[in-house]
């Protein structure tokens, strides 16, 4: 089955302790991106990448680490957590990056809570 | 820059009525336009996009929308809901400059009565 997962789904840690939400697809796409969700404030991209070891920042990165070093895998890292990154967090995939008209594909979502 | 409002951040019909979410976005240059659903503690899952192919787009479960360029419009619509439509509804634009980022709207959560 075509599916973009993530993990954890849920994760409650404390300001400072690095953390690792990883995401990983399966459908050969190109191009990843990472958005967080906020109450009336949508999704906005964290960082993306339009292919392997090419990544960049987003509308929000402040905070966020991503690396890309195999096409399925796009981590998204928290070096130190603080409690205004809480957050419904959510990892998108496309074929292309090229193409505006690619529609993106999400994972099920990793809702994190900094104590 | 690009950007997206959805007016009302809940609508409430009762089943068997006509859903209207509006969607307007601002944009410099020629937009690709999304609509996605939210179910409850699920990821988005794609309705329908604008591509430019016909400004008139049908998607999944009843619902299509109307590109309208002289409104900068793109609102979504579905002749009779069903209790299966509660959910969150995402508006969203992209464009073939910069990073091509998906921008979104704020959301608007819809409730259908009995």
């Known amino acids: 089955e075509a599916q973009v997962t993530q993990n954890p789904r849920y994760l409650i840690t404390v300001t400072g302790k690095k953390l690792t939400v990883t995401c990983s697809q399966n459908?050969?796409?190109?191009?990843m991106s990472w958005y967080r969700q906020d109450p009336g404030l949508g999704l906005r991209q964290i960082y993306y990448s339009m292919n392997v070891e090419v990544t960049d920042k987003g509308d929000v990165p402040e905070g966020y680490k991503v690396s890309r070093k195999e096409k399925r895998n796009f981590p998204l890292i928290l070096e130190s957590p603080s409690p205004n990154q809480t957050s419904l967090y959510f990892c998108?995939?496309?074929?292309?990056?090229?193409?505006?008209?690619?529609?993106?594909?999400f994972g099920p979502g990793t809702r994190l809570t900094v104590l | 820059a690009q950007s997206v409002t959805q007016l009302g951040s809940h609508v409430s019909v009762s089943e068997g009525a006509l859903v209207l979410l509006r969607c307007n976005y601002s944009?410099?240059?020629?937009?690709?336009l999304f609509w996605y659903v939210q179910y409850p503690n699920q990821g988005l899952q794609l309705l329908l996009k604008?591509?430019?192919?016909?400004?008139l787009v049908k998607g999944i479960n009843g619902f299509e929308a109307e590109f309208k360029k002289s409104e900068t419009s793109f609102h979504l619509t579905k002749p009779s809901a069903h209790m299966s439509d509660a959910a969150e509804y995402f508006c969203?634009?992209?464009?073939?400059?910069?990073?091509?980022?998906?921008?979104f709207g704020s959301g608007t959560r819809l409730q259908v009565q009995p």
């Open positions: 944009s410099s240059v020629p937009p690709y």
């Open positions: 998108a995939s496309s074929f292309t990056g090229v193409s505006s008209t690619d529609t993106q594909y």
């Open positions: 604008y591509t430019s192919a016909a400004t």
């Open positions: 459908m050969n796409h190109e191009y």
């Open positions: 969203a634009v992209r464009t073939d400059t910069g990073r091509r980022a998906l921008t």
